[in-house]
């Protein structure tokens, strides 16, 4: 199971969303759109950490694929989660949504955003991270239940449709399993 560097990685990663909306705030901030100020730099700057903590998140992906012992599940119970991710994008776009520019005051800003990482990194909430979600990686998440009754998330390529079969999965946290088939690369 994923340490505390990993588990911090997870919890950034599962951020990144709002990198993308922070990057729009950022960029219809001024009143004019084309011309250059520091708003436009932070949106660029946004917008490049995206495809940065992507590739972050795809090699922690990595790390479990090589070097986690997986083990066959099964699940008395499977429940589609996808919405979970869906509610973690909204959860950051509504603030936000807004008519006029905004003055942004970049020690709330960063006040705010450490706030969320701690609850989402001490909640376990980075298991439903939106960014594997998102294409390239278009993960689904389940949430399944042990025959021991305790309820996991099964993060996996492929749509699961019953729990007849095992399924062999790699346990990368308390709460969470990664499926290994379906993985892909």
């Known amino acids: 199971m994923p340490g505390t560097p990993i588990r911090f990685v997870l919890t950034i990663t599962s951020l990144t969303p709002a990198l993308l909306v922070f990057a729009a705030v950022f ?12 708003y436009k730099v932070a949106a660029i700057g946004c917008v490049v950490g995206v495809p940065v903590l992507a590739y972050v998140c795809h090699k ?58 701690i609850l989402v990194f001490h909640s376990d909430a980075y298991l439903v991270n939106p960014l594997l979600a998102m294409p ?13 009754e305790v309820t996991f998330i099964l993060v996996s390529r492929r749509e699961i449709v019953n729990t007849r079969e095992p ?12 499926e290994v088939e379906g993985q892909g690369d």
């Open 27 to 38: 960029f219809f901030n001024d009143d004019t759109l084309w011309s250059w100020s520091g």
């Open 167 to 178: 399924v062999e999965v790699q346990q990368i946290s308390r709460y969470m399993f990664l």
């Open 60 to 117: 922690v992906i990595q790390f479990f694929k090589t070097e986690i012992d997986s083990d066959w599940k099964k699940f008395e119970s499977l429940q589609v989660a996808d919405k979970s991710a869906i509610t973690f994008v909204v959860v950051y776009l509504l603030p936000l949504a807004r008519t006029k520019g905004i003055d942004v005051q970049w020690g709330v800003l960063i006040v705010v955003l450490l706030l969320v990482a």
């Open 136 to 148: 390239p990686f278009r993960y689904h998440f389940y949430e399944v239940t042990t025959d021991e």
